[in-house]
């Protein structure tokens, strides 16, 4: 009877061990595909978008980051001094080869500006850890499941003290707040509400897609302490079928108003059809531009 005990579990030991080794083989198929499907892929990116590849140092890591830089068509003829927006999560603004496969068409948004005459910008693309979930959270979630120690708060600092200054240094940008944009997605999103309202006289403006104000419920009331508030600019976008975001954006707008944000201050779109992915931010950031970056 033991032996026979000991021979089905050998034998489900070894099937076991089996299939692991068929789902490692298949992952690694998977993954060698996918890397060929993106190799094969095309780059989008405008000739005017050039990645600068670890080429600044984020000293509370220590570690280098690379930023994705976007200059007007003129920048290099010109000694126009331009608006500039800081992107976080920049590996997807740009280039479907990077993003694999998906981008959010930043660059030939701007590009076409040359066409409509309207206002040309500086795009500060920067690229995310891959520790993303800690870099982009300002306070920790109150989900038992999730992170409890964060530094988006840190990454924030370090974009407004080092990053900002560092690009105003080397490039001919408006330094002043209402020339100068935050904008991100998701997590991103929510850092970008963040850093308007704890760095109102650095940020004039934020492009919030699709924010995981789900986080923690003090992102409501941060609003409270920002001084320019009556003076910025946000715009929320976010998918239709992504249900819980679109009603915390519109609990959030409705604070802001009450609060006594003007209402054309706040723009706000919902993408019918799309969720919460690249194309949701796609479509936002072509309505987003000349709205935002358009001074009153």
Do not use: C
């Not at 603004?93 to 005459?117: A, R, Y």
């Not at 795009?123 to 850890?129: F, N, P, T």
């Not at 920002?226 to 946000?234: A, V």
């Amino acid at each position: 009877m033991k032996k026979k005990i000991y021979y089905s579990i050998s034998i489900i030991i070894l099937l076991i061990l089996a299939y692991n080794v068929y789902k490692t083989i298949k992952n690694r198929n998977e993954e060698r595909k996918h890397q060929e499907w993106v190799a094969s892929l095309a780059s989008t990116a405008s000739k005017n978008v050039r990645i600068l590849a670890d080429t600044i140092t984020i000293e509370y890591l220590e570690q280098k980051r690379t930023l994705a830089l976007y200059l007007p068509e003129n920048y290099a003829h010109d000694s126009v001094h331009y608006p500039v927006i800081y992107f976080l999560d920049g590996q997807s603004l740009f280039d479907q080869k990077i993003q694999e496969g998906t981008e959010w068409q930043v660059d030939e948004v701007l590009d076409s500006l040359i066409k409509l005459n309207e206002q040309p910008s500086i795009i500060v693309g920067i690229y995310s850890a891959d520790d993303r979930l800690k870099e982009y959270k300002p306070f920790p979630s109150t989900r038992w499941y999730s992170d409890k120690v964060v530094h988006g708060d840190q990454h924030a600092a370090w974009i407004v003290n080092n990053l900002k200054p560092w690009i105003d240094a080397r490039y001919r940008t408006k330094k002043e707040a209402n020339a100068t944009i935050i904008g991100g997605a998701s997590l991103g999103g929510l850092m970008s509400y963040y850093m308007l309202m704890e760095y109102p006289d650095v940020f004039g403006g934020a492009i919030v897609f699709s924010p995981s104000f789900w986080v923690n419920e003090v992102v409501y009331t941060i609003h409270e302490k920002n001084n320019n508030l009556f003076n910025q600019k946000i715009y929320f976008d976010a998918g239709k079928l992504e249900t819980p975001t679109v009603n915390s954006i519109l609990k959030m707008k409705e604070i802001l108003i009450n609060y006594g944000m003007p209402k054309e201050n706040i723009k706000l779109d919902i993408e019918e059809g799309e969720g919460h992915w690249h194309m949701t931010w796609r479509k936002g950031f072509k309505k987003v531009y000349p709205w935002i970056i358009k001074k009153e």
